[in-house]
T-cell receptor, first 108, second 114 residues
Framework: TQLLEQSPQFLSIQEGENLTVYCNSSSVFSSLQWYRQEPGEGPVLLVT?????EVKKLKRLTFQFGDARKDSSLHITAAQPGDTGLYLC????????FGAGTILRVKS | GAGVSQSPSNKVTEKGKDVELRCDPI?????LYWYRQSLGQGLEFLIY????????KSGLPSDRFSAERTGGSVSTLTIQRTQQEDSAVYLC????????????FGPGTRLTVL
């Protein structure tokens, strides 16, 4: 069974700070996805990483896929209150396996 | 429609009753998925439909859970004889068959079993 572990579980920071969220597994994934979910809404896909060592940027968000394709990270630069939400990593093909998520709260 | 829609948005039912949850996927998406999100378990896969193929039911937690997809579009998830542990948010997602890992989610149905 493929499992994804996310850390930290909860992060509360001030506006303007930087942060990194980690997603780790002992299994190799052909791709990993990052989603963001707000209360009362479904997860929204942010990015898919496919190639080991790949780095993708989405405005202030930087996503990296580990060389061995077993881990990924999400780095947010100069966090803003609008970044508040639940960040989920997922992988595994049709039947996505999700990490437990990181709850991010950015205070103004 | 523009996105995945689900109904109802909230459902409160009594233990032992049957419930039906509906999902309307993005037009043109041939793959449809159901997941369950609860505090203790996170987001769990339930069932997957792809075109006219037999659905992958490997994530259904018990035989009280079933789902169907009519005409390759709308799907209904049915839970019979609901139990309190069925309380959760039920999320539906759809994707193109060429990009099964890039799934687009609906807003979910929050089910509360009293």
């Amino acid at each position: 069974t493929q499992l994804l572990e996310q850390s930290p579980q909860f992060l509360s920071i001030q506006e303007g700070e930087n942060l990194t969220v980690y997603c780790n597994s002992s299994s190799v994934f052909s791709s990993l996805q990052w989603y963001r979910q707000e209360p009362g809404e479904g997860p929204v896909l942010l990015v898919t990483v496919v190639t080991g060592g790949e780095v993708k940027k989405l405005k202030r968000l930087t996503f990296q896929f580990g060389d061995a394709r077993k881990d990924s990270s999400l780095h947010i630069t100069a966090a803003q209150p609008g970044d508040t939400g639940l960040y989920l990593c997922a992988g595994g093909g049709n039947k996505l396996v999700f990490g437990a998520g990181t709850i991010l709260r950015v205070k103004s | 429609g523009a996105g995945v829609s689900q109904s109802p948005s909230n459902k409160v039912t009594e233990k032992g009753k049957d419930v039906e949850l509906r999902c309307d996927p993005i037009s043109g998406h041939t793959a449809l998925y159901w997941y369950r999100q609860s505090l203790g378990q996170g987001l769990e896969f339930l069932i997957y439909f792809q075109g006219n193929s037999a659905p992958d039911k490997s994530g259904l937690p018990s035989d009280r859970f079933s789902a169907e997809r009519t005409g390759g579009s709308v799907s209904t998830l049915t839970i019979q004889r609901t139990q309190q542990e069925d309380s959760a948010v039920y999320l539906c997602a759809s994707s193109l068959w060429t990009s099964p890992t890039e799934q687009f989610f609906g807003p979910g149905t929050r089910l509360t079993v009293l």
